[in-house]
């Protein structure tokens, strides 16, 4: 982490002033290359940071450029990690975001109220999901509710390295209603 956000701060620095400018105020991400692929920096955000091997901040130059596009104009950060493949939960041959299938699956209305759930998991070699901690659960219903899904959903797909499955680490986040937040904690003050 500390080597990824010096490599920003060398990003920032090797940038002029006018291309600074224009990131701060379009907000546009520098370009991820992980294991030699563009990632979003959504995905990116996904990556657990025990699975980067190392990282690195290309310089803004017009080889840089030239191999990667006018898509390296806001920099370049490229990511390895431990494995060649990441890995990915399939459904019906089409890939899915794990914390959308599980949620989809769980009964849960209205008037249960606003819950969430945040745990950790493992995807083991052979795919199987093993929980590893919870992280938050503001509703016990709804933990037990999507521990039974996690059971029923398919396998994974494992990560992969050197042709062989990998056990790697996941976060799953479940906030049910679908669309509605956790409202605020209500802080007393006291005078």
Do not use: C
């Amino acid at each position: 982490m500390i080597k990824l956000r010096i490599a920003i701060f060398t990003l920032l620095a090797l940038m002029s002033i006018e291309n600074l400018s224009a990131q701060i105020f379009t907000h546009t991400p520098p370009l991820y290359i992980v294991n030699g692929e563009r990632m979003s920096e959504e995905d990116v955000k996904e990556i657990d940071p025990s699975d980067i091997v190392s990282n690195e901040l290309l310089a803004v130059d017009e080889a840089v450029i030239e191999k990667y596009g006018h898509d390296a104009a806001n920099g370049v950060v490229v990511i390895t990690l431990r494995y060649d493949t990441p890995a990915r939960f399939e459904v019906d041959g089409e890939e899915a975001k794990y914390s959308s299938y599980i949620a989809e699956r769980v009964k849960w209305n209205e008037i249960d109220g606003v819950a969430r759930v945040i745990m950790s998991f493992t995807v083991s070699g052979d795919g199987t999901v093993t929980e590893k901690e919870v992280l938050e659960a503001t509703d016990r219903r709804l933990l037990s509710r999507i521990r039974k899904e996690m059971k029923l959903a398919p396998k994974w797909i494992s990560a992969k390295k050197d042709g062989k499955g990998i056990t790697t680490d996941h976060i799953l986040r479940i906030t049910l209603p679908i669309g509605r937040t956790m409202p605020r904690e209500r802080a007393i003050l006291i005078r």
